[in-house]
């Protein structure tokens, strides 16, 4: 077995202040994706990183990050034949910036899950993903990457952010979100993808699948009205793409969920 994923959880939220300090390292090696800046040690030199940026530790190499502000990472325990990873390309042991980071959240949370459910055929998953992961890190690396914005632009799409996620069923294209920020659709997105590493529409879409989650087990309301109320033309596309990011279509999350607070 060329590879060995013993944990990972994506999108992972920690507290403000939040500080790992492993002067001897991790017996296994380490992969991080950071959603903001951190203050990170790597190679004995320390420095402030941009948002998304991405460092994997080899076993025993010392680790240091804090984050002076809640912190939302992706991370990964794992153990590779070295010759394996080398063939990758990807750096170790120092900070570096895929152009684009979408695609990364989405394989931690697809090895995540079958890490976790203990389906058939999840180690063959797993294997799958970690190569796909680690090869869309090399293809993102040699890519071009976006053109940096100011802090005030920054802070202006983080305030679009804040209210697309929390009004998800009134944004259904680029050209409403666009139109929100006063910029063309083209503009927008490539702004919105340089702020937050990922696409404006995959970020609506992970907000209408969450708010569809708190929906699911808050209430009994019928599949397609939770669908209309969050901005879906038809309950079968609401379907599709709850089915493709949670791994359940809906009503079996929702059955699932009012198991386990029968359980408790």
């Known amino acids: 077995m060329k590879t060995t994923v013993y944990s990972a959880r994506h999108a992972y939220p920690e507290r403000e202040g939040f500080t790992i300090d492993r002067k001897n390292g991790h017996p296994q090696y380490t992969f991080l994706h950071f959603f903001n800046p951190v ?4 190679g004995g030199k320390r420095e402030k990183t941009f948002r998304h940026a991405c460092v994997i530790y080899t076993p025993s190499e010392p680790q240091y990050f804090k984050s002076e502000v809640p912190l939302v990472h992706d991370w990964m325990h794992f153990f590779c034949e070295e010759e394996y990873l080398s063939s990758f390309g990807v750096p170790l042991n ?3 910036y895929p152009a684009g980071t979408d695609f990364i959240t989405a394989r931690i949370k697809r090895i995540e899950y079958e890490l976790y459910s203990f389906a058939w055929g999840g180690e063959i998953v797993v294997n799958s ?5 680690f090869v869309d890190l ?4 040699s ?6 914005v100011n802090r005030e632009t920054e802070e202006r799409f983080s305030y679009l952010r804040r209210k ?4 998800p069923s009134k944004y259904g294209t680029i050209a409403e979100m666009a139109n929100e920020a006063g910029l063309s659709p083209s503009r927008f997105f490539t702004v919105y993808r340089s702020v937050f590493g990922t ?7 992970a907000a209408r699948i969450e708010a569809a989650k708190n929906l699911l087990l808050a209430g009994d309301d019928k599949i397609e009205s939770i669908a209309y109320f969050l901005g879906y033309e038809n309950a079968a596309h609401f379907i599709r793409q709850f089915k493709k990011a949670v791994g359940v279509p809906p009503g079996e999350y929702r059955k699932a969920g009012i198991a386990e607070r029968r359980r408790d």
């Open 39 to 42: 203050e990170i040690e790597t």
């Open 94 to 96: 120092e900070v570096f």
């Open 129 to 133: 993903e970690f190569a796909e992961l």
């Open 138 to 141: 090399k293809r993102a690396c």
């Open 143 to 148: 890519e071009k990457k976006a053109d940096p």
């Open 164 to 167: 697309f996620f929390s009004e």
């Open 199 to 205: 696409s404006p529409i995959n970020d609506l879409i």
